[in-house]
């Protein structure tokens, strides 16, 4: 199985962007799917993640300008950003995991595949 990202680019603050993440091959379904960044010189950081069932966990930093979706079928996850800000410039990363969880507030240690990340650049 493999996250392909896509979506990634760059933008002016104040600007949006759509990032999808989708799995290779068919035939399997993700319990939770999660988006993380990595900008630069920092660690890698939870943006944020989504349940099978549709329960969402979002970053403090995101502040309610991104939001998360998933299509369970077609193994599928978006990310739409709003308002960003120069400080969201990261690389983005898919994650995904085969096991189910209630809540989307699970370890990164869970998460069985990984894309290999989609970059996005927030400047002027």
């Known amino acids: 199985v493999q996250l392909v990202e896509s979506g990634g680019g760059l933008v002016q603050p104040g600007g949006s962007l759509r990032l999808s993440c989708a799995a290779s091959?068919?035939?399997?379904?993700?319990?939770?799917m999660a988006w993380y960044r990595q900008p630069p010189g920092k660690q890698r950081e939870l943006v944020a993640a989504?349940?099978?069932?549709?329960?969402?966990n979002y970053a403090d930093s995101i502040e309610g300008r991104f939001t998360i979706s998933m299509h369970n079928a077609k193994s599928t996850a978006w990310l739409e950003m709003n308002s960003l800000k120069p400080e969201d410039t990261a690389v983005y990363y898919c994650?995904?995991?085969?096991?189910?969880?209630?809540?989307?507030?699970?370890?990164?240690?869970?998460?069985?595949?990984w894309g290999q990340g989609t970059q996005v650049t927030v400047s002027s």
């Open positions: 994650a995904a995991s085969r096991r189910r969880f209630t809540s989307a507030r699970i370890s990164d240690r869970n998460y069985d595949y």
């Open positions: 091959g068919s035939g399997f379904s993700f319990g939770v």
């Open positions: 989504i349940t099978s069932g549709g329960t969402t």
